[in-house]
Every structure is written in structure tokens, then in C-alpha cells.
């Protein structure tokens, strides 16, 4: 499987994007645009730190990245708890330290 990510911040072209939401129903897209727009202040944080997208498989998956110690604020929790709410995979990738200078 190929893959392919972008931070929360933007896509590098515009096939990425393209290539990104047909992994998505209309109306799942839909569902989160109106998600995010229902309360633009309210929810500029919080959003899912990674999408991920399999153009092969059509998978698309939102995830909160937690490294040692880190937690879920409440703002992340509302997120993970709306995207499922409408349909949308969100997971949490906990990382975890192998040594004082690596992590995993």
C-alpha cells in the first residue's frame, strides 16, 4: 500500500488535494466541511494532526499523533468523538520512546 499523508496545515500541490478527497464520499466531505465551519474559532484546534489517504484502496483516515506523557485535550477528544460521529476514521498513533534518544 502507497500511503500518502499531509500535515493539517496544507497540501504541497492541487492533485494532492484532488487525489485526497476522492478517498472520501461527497458526503462525508461534506459532513466535515460543515463540521469544521459550524464553529471556525471553536475548532481551528484540535483537528487530527496527520490525514492519510490510500488512492489504491480509497482509505482515508484522520490521526492525532501522541508522543511519551502526551495526553488528549478536550478540544482533540471533541474532534475524534465528531469524526465519528459522521463516519469519518480517526485514530490515535501513540509513540513510544525505545531509548533516551530514539522514539518509536
Given at each position: 500500500?502507497?500511503?500518502?499523508?499531509?500535515?493539517v496545515?496544507?497540501?504541497?500541490?492541487?492533485?494532492?488535494c484532488?487525489?485526497?478527497?476522492?478517498?472520501?464520499?461527497?458526503?462525508?466531505?461534506?459532513?466535515?466541511?460543515?463540521?469544521?465551519?459550524?464553529?471556525?474559532?471553536?475548532?481551528?484546534?484540535?483537528?487530527?494532526?496527520?490525514s492519510?489517504?490510500?488512492?489504491?484502496?480509497?482509505?482515508?483516515v484522520?490521526?492525532?499523533?501522541?508522543?511519551?506523557?502526551?495526553?488528549?485535550?478536550n478540544k482533540?477528544?471533541?474532534?475524534?468523538?465528531r469524526?465519528?460521529d459522521?463516519?469519518?476514521r480517526?485514530?490515535?498513533?501513540l509513540?513510544?520512546?525505545?531509548?533516551?534518544?530514539k522514539?518509536?
Amino acid at each position: 500500500k502507497q500511503w500518502y499523508q499531509r500535515r493539517v496545515r496544507g497540501f504541497t500541490d492541487l492533485e494532492q488535494c484532488q487525489r485526497c478527497i476522492s478517498c472520501m464520499l461527497p458526503s462525508k466531505l461534506a459532513d466535515l466541511l460543515e463540521l469544521y465551519v459550524e464553529d471556525i474559532r471553536g475548532r481551528r484546534s484540535g483537528i487530527p494532526d496527520l490525514s492519510i489517504w490510500n488512492k489504491e484502496t480509497g482509505d482515508f483516515v484522520m490521526v492525532e499523533v501522541k508522543g511519551p506523557g502526551d495526553s488528549l485535550s478536550n478540544k482533540q477528544k471533541a474532534w475524534l468523538s465528531r469524526l465519528d460521529d459522521i463516519g469519518i476514521r480517526a485514530e490515535v498513533c501513540l509513540v513510544k520512546s525505545i531509548s533516551s534518544k530514539k522514539i518509536r
